[in-house]
């Protein structure tokens, strides 16, 4: 009974690579020519440095499956032309390596001489083991939390609020005015905030920054009390059935509030998968706006609804670039025009902007614990990188990436500050008193 | 699965050094996960965060809030950071013999 089910699992994850019209999914399984320039681009071979963990060899782990059952060639004589059958062995080759040794930070396609798209074909690899039940268990305990609770932490609605509260009574305080708000479960607001349950749960330091951001710019906006999560790990585990639950929950939340803009927080696949893979998983577009806290933040400095005295931030800071908002999301310069106006010694990395290296924890690595010795090791090309600009405080705007660089702190010795963007310009606001006398 | 060790004693851990099994943990335990971390020499303050954390796995199954961490200790924010330079998660939930949160930490 077992092997039938196998056999029909297999069967399915399959006819994920039998798509004779889709254009892009052939191009990128038939065009890499194994010129190598990948290799040097990518974290996993230049740190553990194994023929296996080379990008191309990865992508040819899909495009061999493909041969074989897809193509004359590869049915009538395999051996001579690369084709390989998705046995057990194959299985568990893919679970190592596209799960456990592809963080999907596509710098090896800035390095590929023919432009393949890497993590697409990684990510459908995935998508083959997610119809096989293979995805990691710790990843997809994470996706079963968001699905189940509406957060990937599970952290219950009670205590979240009870939370929010707590953010607000401290944001009170320090402004000193008993009329600053973190509103919850508002309707009709311009702006539909969402957040990483990593903040309500364990960081809320980022919270407290953007209300006063919010405060400074007089902005009109609330947070769901239930559907705030902006990551969408569906995005990683590569079940597309899930990964539009999940999509669903904010994109239904927002209409519930009639909110006008949704407010990405600071989280890099939440922002790749919401706002680029939102419409393809749930089949529709948008009826509202959708930007990145990243571009907001900008907005309100050009606007001048904010004001920054960057002489605030005087020590020595550095960026670390998110693959998603970065590489893949097109914010290299929307960082740096904050960044300018928030610090006044700013030291980039090298390489930087587009070209620069992963923290080592993306695509859904830092949830798998099975993998953890691998991601601290490729966590030694970040670090290194780090330590070379000679900063205290290094600025990311992604809180996955935040908690692999406080890691990698660790770890390597680092000695430095990690913060999210909204801290940095937070604590270079210039905000007038509202008190009334 | 993992095994760790620390002064002779082996413990079944994740990959990323959580305990396999939150029952045998003890203050003993405590204090060589805490060593592993670099912390040498846990004080009162850490004590206070780690038995809220504890006490709340054991009552709830999982992790406290932070919220509730700083209202019961009194401590700052970023005394809890300094506290624990691995954060609340790998850092104070590891020491506190629980399993590791789900979620980007």
Not at chain 1, 152 to 167: G, R
Not at chain 1, 268 to 287: F, I, Q
Not at chain 1, 312 to 339: A, M, Q, W
Not at chain 1, 350 to 372: K, Q, R, T, V, W
Request: aromatic share 8%; glycine share 8%; net charge negative.
């Amino acid at each position: 009974m077992k092997s039938a089910d196998n056999k029909k699992r297999r069967e399915e994850a399959l006819e994920l690579l039998n798509q004779a019209e889709n254009s892009k999914l052939l191009t990128n399984l038939n065009a890499c020519v194994r010129c190598g320039l990948c290799a040097q681009s990518c974290m996993y071979y230049k740190a553990l440095n194994e023929p296996r963990f080379i990008p191309s060899a990865k992508v040819d782990l899909v495009s061999s499956i493909y041969r074989r059952y897809y193509t004359v060639t590869g049915k009538v004589a395999p051996a001579l032309f690369g084709a390989k059958s998705l046995d057990q062995d194959m299985e568990e080759r893919m679970v190592d390596l596209l799960f456990g040794a592809c963080t999907m930070c596509g710098r090896c396609v800035k390095h590929c001489s023919i432009g393949v798209d890497i993590p697409f074909v990684v990510r459908k690899g995935r998508e083959m083991l997610a119809v096989m039940d293979m995805v990691p268990k710790s990843l997809q305990s994470t996706v079963d939390a968001a699905l189940n609770t509406g957060n990937n932490m599970a952290i219950p609605q009670e205590e979240f609020v009870d939370t929010i509260k707590w953010m607000e009574e401290e944001l009170v305080d320090e402004m000193g005015d008993p009329e600053a708000r973190i509103p919850l479960d508002e309707t009709d607001k311009e702006l539909f905030y969402t957040l990483n349950p990593r903040e309500p749960k364990f960081f809320p330091l980022s919270i407290s920054a953007m209300a006063k951001i919010f405060y400074a710019a007089g902005e009109s906006w609330t947070l769901s009390s239930k559907f705030y999560d902006v990551t969408n790990y569906g995005f990683f585990n590569a079940n597309n059935g899930e990964a539009a639950q999940i999509a669903g929950y904010l994109y239904d939340e927002i209409h519930k509030l009639r909110g006008k803009r949704l407010i990405l927080g600071e989280c890099g696949h939440g922002s790749r998968a919401h706002k680029w893979e939102g419409p393809n998983y749930l089949k529709k577009g948008y009826d509202f706006d959708i930007i990145t806290v990243v571009e907001l933040i900008g907005e309100y400095i050009r606007t001048g609804k904010i004001v920054l005295d960057k002489t605030l931030n005087s020590v020595k800071h550095t960026i670390h670039d998110p693959c998603n908002l970065v590489r893949n999301g097109g914010l290299v310069n929307e960082i740096r025009f904050i960044v300018n106006r928030s610090v006044s010694d700013l030291i980039e990395m090298s390489p930087y902007g587009d070209d620069n290296f992963c923290c080592g924890g993306g695509g859904g690595s830092l949830a798998m614990s099975e993998y953890n010795d691998r991601r601290l090791k490729i966590g030694k090309i970040k670090a290194d990188q780090i330590a070379a600009t000679g900063a205290k405080v290094v600025i990311t705007p992604c809180h996955n990436c935040v908690d692999q660089l406080l890691q990698i702190n660790h770890t390597y010795k680092l000695g430095v500050t990690i913060k999210t963007i909204a801290e940095v310009v937070a604590d270079a606001l210039v905000i007038e008193k509202r008190i009334k006398d | 699965m993992a095994l760790l060790e620390i002064d002779g004693r082996v413990f079944d851990v994740d990959g990323d050094g959580f305990l396999t099994d939150p029952q045998i943990w003890n203050n003993e335990v405590a204090e060589l996960i805490a060593k592993a971390d670099g912390i040498e020499g846990m004080n009162d303050k850490h004590w206070s965060v780690i038995k809220i954390i504890r006490d709340n796995f054991e009552q709830h199954g999982n992790a406290p809030m932070i919220r509730k961490i700083c209202q019961e200790t009194g401590l700052k924010l970023r005394e809890i950071y300094e506290l624990f330079p691995l954060g609340p998660a790998r850092g104070a939930c590891k020491i506190a013999g629980l399993p590791k949160p789900d979620g980007c930490v």
